[in-house]
């Protein structure tokens, strides 16, 4: 049974250009969130797709967008990429209806380094 | 405005002793908290779980305990041993399952 796995494991990009990173869950995962690492700090939630919709967000701007198709599989964009934006980008699948978080697994992440 | 803090940056133990790991919250409403073991190069493991209805969660050789009082809660890993080397996230989640998480204590188990 696969877990979650991400593409691409590494990138680099410059600034201003746009990324887009992909996740697909561990199988009978309902739910996709996504996470930004800065080095150094703890993962913060970007935002959760769940019915393809977004049903939460993080104080993440605009530039950070993403998708949810309906097997499940999630993309995060980003566009006009900052230096700042470096960093290890985590996704997670989980149950929705699991508020204590218990069925949540995480990818080994996206790193992103901006240019 | 952080609202899980381990202000523990890291921690080494020996090998054998307990290593408690310390996070203190500011958020009344998160209803669970979780704690994560990440390594190099991979996502976080989630390690162990506590509600917050509960004082008290054990797993082997892991146990949470949670002081709603003082919004402070503790992971204790006895015996430690040397594969325990990793980095530690505390972890709180509020409504469908979003994650709000510290900072992180590096723990170093040393023979």
């Known amino acids: 049974d696969a877990g979650v796995t991400q593409s691409p494991t590494h990138l680099i990009k410059t600034r201003g250009q746009q990324v887009t990173l992909r996740c697909s869950p561990k199988s009978g995962h309902d739910t996709v969130s996504w996470y930004q690492q800065a080095l150094g700090q703890g993962p913060q939630f970007i935002f959760q797709?769940?019915?393809?919709?977004?049903?939460q967000r993080g104080n993440f701007p605009d530039r950070f967008s993403g998708h949810q198709f309906p097997n499940y599989s999630s993309e995060l964009n980003v566009n006009a990429l900052l230096l700042g934006d470096s960093a290890l980008y985590l996704c997670?699948?989980?149950?929705?209806?699991?508020?204590?978080?218990?069925?949540?697994?995480f990818g080994e992440g996206s790193w992103l380094t901006v240019v | 405005d952080q609202q899980v803090k381990q202000n523990s940056p890291s921690l080494s133990v020996q090998e054998g002793r307990i290593s408690i790991l310390n996070c203190d919250y500011t958020n009344s409403m998160f209803d669970y908290f979780l704690w994560y073991k990440k390594y190099p190069a991979e996502g976080p493991t989630f390690l162990i779980s506590?509600?917050?209805?509960?004082d008290k969660n054990e797993d082997g050789r892991f146990t949470v305990f949670l002081n709603k009082s003082a919004k402070h809660l503790s992971l204790h890993i006895v015996p430690s041993q040397p594969g325990d080397s990793a980095v530690y996230f505390c972890a709180a989640a509020g409504t469908a399952s979003k994650l709000t998480f510290g900072t992180g204590t590096r723990l170093q188990v040393t023979l």
């Open positions: 997670a699948s989980s149950l929705f209806w699991d508020r204590a978080g218990n069925t949540i697994y």
């Open positions: 797709y769940y019915e393809e919709e977004e049903r």
């Open positions: 506590i509600s917050s209805i509960k």
